[in-house]
Nanobody, 123 residues
Framework: QVQLVESGGGLVQAGDSLRLSCAAS????????MCWFRQAPGKEREFLAA????????RYADSIKGRFTISRDNAKNTVFLQMNSLKSEDTAVYYC????????????????WGQGTQVTVSA
């Protein structure tokens, strides 16, 4: 069992940057594909970015491509999401998730989830 804890969210202004962290405990996540999702009020959970176990392969949703960067430090058992040029539409609860094997964009296929961290971007 892996426990995931997100941090780094907060209230920022449009154009600002934030760096989210997802710290894992319980076991190493080096063999896990890790992913970031977000969910805004009244909307479905949305895939943002994924990274392979060794960090070689990444994939991004078109909505955040070029502004957000996913990375990982397996020595620290942590995954990051660097978010630049934030917009008001980025306001949501951000979740990290993990699964063994290849990544995909479907939330239901991820069996490890954090509790989420709120990101609020004021216009």
């Amino acid at each position: 069992q892996v426990q995931l804890v997100e941090s780094g969210g907060g209230l920022v202004q449009a154009g600002d940057s934030l760096r989210l962290s997802c710290a894992a405990s319980g076991r190493t996540i080096a063999n896990y594909s890790m992913c970031w999702f977000r969910q805004a009020p009244g909307k479905e959970r949305e895939f943002l970015a994924a990274i392979s176990g060794r960090g070689v392969t990444t994939r991004y949703a078109d909505s955040i491509k070029g502004r957000f960067t996913i990375s990982r430090d397996n020595a620290k058992n942590t995954v990051f999401l660097q978010m630049n040029s934030l917009k008001s539409e980025d306001t949501a609860v951000y979740y990290c998730a993990g699964r063994l094997g290849y990544s995909n964009t479907v939330p239901a296929t991820y069996n490890e989830w954090g509790q989420g961290t709120q990101v609020t971007v004021s216009a």
